[in-house]
């Protein structure tokens, strides 16, 4: 089945510093791949998403990019700042009639002061 | 706009006990729904959607179960809880075409 791999687990960065977290996906049939913030003790909210007629998105100090052909995307966020601080989670989904989601693991991010 | 809504918050029942969380959407209609369950410091593992009323299709088997009485109320229930439906549980909802909206969820510990 299909199957998201995220790197890395952990990532800890300096205020200011940019930040990037990627993802691998098995299935070629996926064309929508969205990222999450989850903090702590809340639902993942739902911060960017790409789909596979586009390489690049960005919104403000969010990026994420897309590479097809090597089922790789990757989200870059910029100018860290303390409220960043937060666990991201990738997704992929076929967009099928269920419109399931696969996540990646998660990777936990700390933007130092 | 549409907003999703979980209750209990948190939730504490002993094992054997029963357990039913309740999920309600507003501001749309039809849309698909889900239910994850996550653990402490773990990723989010989907346990059932459905994509209309009466309709349920589950990931996992495992002791809970999930009912969608109206098109906007989505439950999951279990007849006698386990030690290991212990976790964080997540509601979700999707309108098509794009992400999956969630729930601030409910901290469910059994003891």
């Known amino acids: 089945g299909e199957n998201v791999e995220q790197h890395p687990s952990t990532l800890s960065v300096q205020e200011g510093d940019s930040a990037v977290i990627k993802c691998t996906y098995s299935d070629s049939a996926s064309n929508y791949f969205p990222w999450y913030k989850q903090e702590l003790g809340k639902g993942p909210q739902l911060i960017i998403d790409i789909r596979s007629n586009v390489g690049e998105k960005k919104d403000q100090r969010i990026a994420v990019t897309l590479n097809k052909t090597a089922k790789h995307f990757s989200l870059h966020i910029t100018e860290t700042q303390p409220e960043d601080s937060a666990v991201y989670f990738c997704?992929?989904?076929?967009?099928?009639?269920?419109?399931?989601?696969?996540f990646g693991s998660g990777t936990r991010l700390l933007v130092r002061p | 706009s549409q907003t999703i809504h979980q209750w209990p918050a948190t939730l504490v029942q002993p094992v054997g006990s029963p357990l039913s969380l309740e999920c309600t959407v507003e501001?749309?209609?039809?849309?698909?729904l889900y239910w994850y369950r996550q653990a402490a410091g773990r990723g989010l593992q989907l346990l059932f959607y459905s994509v209309g009323i009466g309709q349920i299709s589950s990931e996992v088997p495992q002791n809970l179960s999930a009912s969608r009485p109206q098109d906007r109320q989505f439950i999951l229930s279990s007849k006698k809880l386990l030690l290991s439906d212990s976790g964080f549980y997540l509601c979700?909802?999707?309108?098509?075409?794009?992400?999956?909206?969630f729930g601030p969820g409910t901290r469910l510990l059994v003891l």
């Open positions: 501001g749309t209609s039809n849309p698909n």
């Open positions: 997704a992929a989904s076929r967009m099928d009639s269920s419109y399931k989601l696969i």
């Open positions: 979700a909802f999707s309108l098509g075409e794009g992400g999956q909206y």
